[in-house]
T-cell receptor, first 116, second 115 residues
Framework: AQKITQTQPGMFVQEKEAVTLDCTYD???????LFWYKQPSSGEMIFLIY??????QNATEGRYSLNFQKARKSANLVISASQLGDSAMYFC?????????????FGGGTRVLVKP | GAVVSQHPSWVICKSGTSVKIECRSL??????MFWYRQFPKQSLMLMAT?????????EQGVEKDKFLINHASLTLSTLTVTSAHPEDSSFYIC???????????FGPGTRLLVL
């Protein structure tokens, strides 16, 4: 069963505007972590933001914020003031349990293209 | 920040040969490393979890005899694709767990093309 779902295969966004990337997850664990990564065409995986299941506040990192709705099991990424360099693939991932030794499961990804 | 390297970054080989990919944690000790495979326009799929000093744990459907993993030290894990075939052509990415920080860091990936 798919544990991480990203329903948007691709999105266009105008430069300087905000964009929301959807991510829903499925787990029976109470302890888990949610991640967003950016993958540019070079292939490297760039860590953007992390939300733990017990974190009461939504995580923020600069222009990135995570809209964590635990009851809905969603962890949407919001990128504010989009820049041309934000064009890339974006992956949502979940780690069941809170230790880094546990494996990550990735969603299918969303390709974002920022238009000038 | 922590750095994970992979070598080689690109490899082209003939069908039937074996290819070794190295994953190194450069400034931290990694008791656990993970190997992922990513086909074009697809997501990352975990192949195996590599634990220092013990056998790797493979995900369902991944042939352990074809994808040999060795994690002989706290800073190095290797993935050997044995008798590579064109269908093994893919992007292979490792990540390493920094046990002091409870964080995983990804390597830059290795593109394998089997002719």
């Amino acid at each position: 069963a798919q544990k991480i779902t990203q329903t948007q295969p691709g999105m266009f966004v105008q430069e300087k505007e905000a964009v929301t990337l959807d991510c829903t997850y499925d787990t029976s664990d109470q302890s888990y972590g949610l991640f967003w990564y950016k993958q540019p065409s070079s292939g490297e995986m760039i860590f953007l933001i992390y939300q733990g299941s017990y974190d009461e506040q939504n995580a923020t990192e600069g222009r990135y914020s995570l809209n964590f709705q635990k009851a809905r099991k969603s962890a949407n990424l919001v990128i504010s003031a989009s820049q041309l360099g934000d064009s890339a693939m974006y992956f949502c991932a979940m780690r069941e349990g809170l230790t880094a030794g546990n494996k990550l499961t990735f969603g299918g990804g969303t390709r974002v293209l920022v238009k000038p | 920040g922590a750095v994970v390297s992979q070598h080689p970054s690109w490899v082209i080989c003939k069908s039937g040969t074996s290819v070794k990919i190295e994953c190194r944690s450069l400034d931290f000790q990694a008791t656990t490393m993970f190997w992922y495979r990513q086909f074009p326009k697809q997501s990352l799929m975990l192949m195996a979890t590599s634990n220092e000093g013990s056998k790797a744990t493979y995900e369902q459907g991944v042939e352990k005899d074809k994808f040999l993993i060795n994690h002989a030290s706290l800073t190095l894990s290797t993935l050997t694709v044995t008798s590579a075939h064109p269908e093994d052509s893919s992007f292979y990415i490792c990540s390493a767990r920094d046990s002091n920080k409870e964080t995983q860091y990804f390597g830059p990936g290795t593109r394998l093309l089997v002719l």
